[in-house]
């Protein structure tokens, strides 16, 4: 079975230019999460969405929005770039948002946004 | 004062050694714990849960304080394939999220 699927895996963009980057959850997964991982630091959560609703959202400006479709696949998008949003971009899919304490979290290999 | 706190090192540490690593939480009522293991350029993967007895999978041991809010990794025989980054996890339901810690960096030396 495919795990995670990002796109693109790398993504070169400059200041003021808009991107939307896709995630493709683990077949059966209803959940998907968004997480930024700046170099030298660990991934910072930006939204979870859960059968199609936003469940959560991290501390992050408006410029940053997403959406889950009914099969569950996910896109975030980020406006008005800024240099400081150069980052690896991280989704991870999970059956049920971790209702469960101790549901897992599976992660895609990311997408690699370098803006400049 | 950050949710999740790690040493990042780095640490340099001889092939068969034995290495730990330290974390703490702020937030008191976190429920689930665990340790990530992040290798260069590639995404987090789960290593292991953390319970309150402790628990271990083979060489790697975890072990939970909830009344000091800390976690610890002991690595026991490291094998080079251990160099990586090991992320501290915390999550908190209601918050949706796991937090991560900023890594801690490890290479085993031959």
């Known amino acids: 079975d495919a795990g995670v699927t990002q796109s693109p895996t790398h993504l070169i963009k400059t200041r003021g230019q808009h991107v939307t980057l896709r995630c493709s959850p683990i077949?059966?997964?209803?959940?998907v999460s968004w997480y930024q991982q700046v170099l030298g630091q660990g991934p910072q959560f930006i939204f979870q969405y859960y059968e199609k609703e936003e469940r959560g959202r991290g501390n992050f400006p408006d410029r940053f929005s997403a959406r889950q479709f009914p099969n569950y696949s996910s896109e975030l998008n980020v406006n008005a770039l800024l240099l400081g949003d150069s980052a690896l971009y991280l989704c991870?899919?999970?059956?049920?948002?971790?209702?469960?304490?101790?549901?897992?979290?599976?992660f895609g290999s990311g997408t690699q946004l370098s803006v400049l | 004062r950050k949710e999740v706190e790690q040493d990042p090192g780095p640490f340099n540490v001889p092939e068969g050694a034995t290495v730990a690593f330290n974390c703490t939480y702020s937030?008191?009522?976190?429920?689930?714990f665990f340790w990530y293991r992040q290798d260069c350029r590639k995404e987090p993967k789960l290593l292991m849960s953390v319970y309150s007895s402790g628990n271990e999978d083979g060489r790697f041991t975890a072990q939970l304080n909830r009344a000091s809010q800390y976690i610890s990794l002991l690595i026991r025989d490291s094998k080079l394939s251990d160099s990586a980054t090991y992320l501290c996890v915390v999550f908190l339901r209601g918050n949706e999220k796991l937090t991560f810690g900023t890594g801690t960096r490890l290479t085993i030396i031959p």
């Open positions: 991870a899919s999970s059956l049920n948002g971790q209702r469960a304490t101790n549901e897992k979290l599976f």
């Open positions: 077949s059966g997964h209803k959940s």
């Open positions: 937030n008191s009522a976190s429920q689930s």
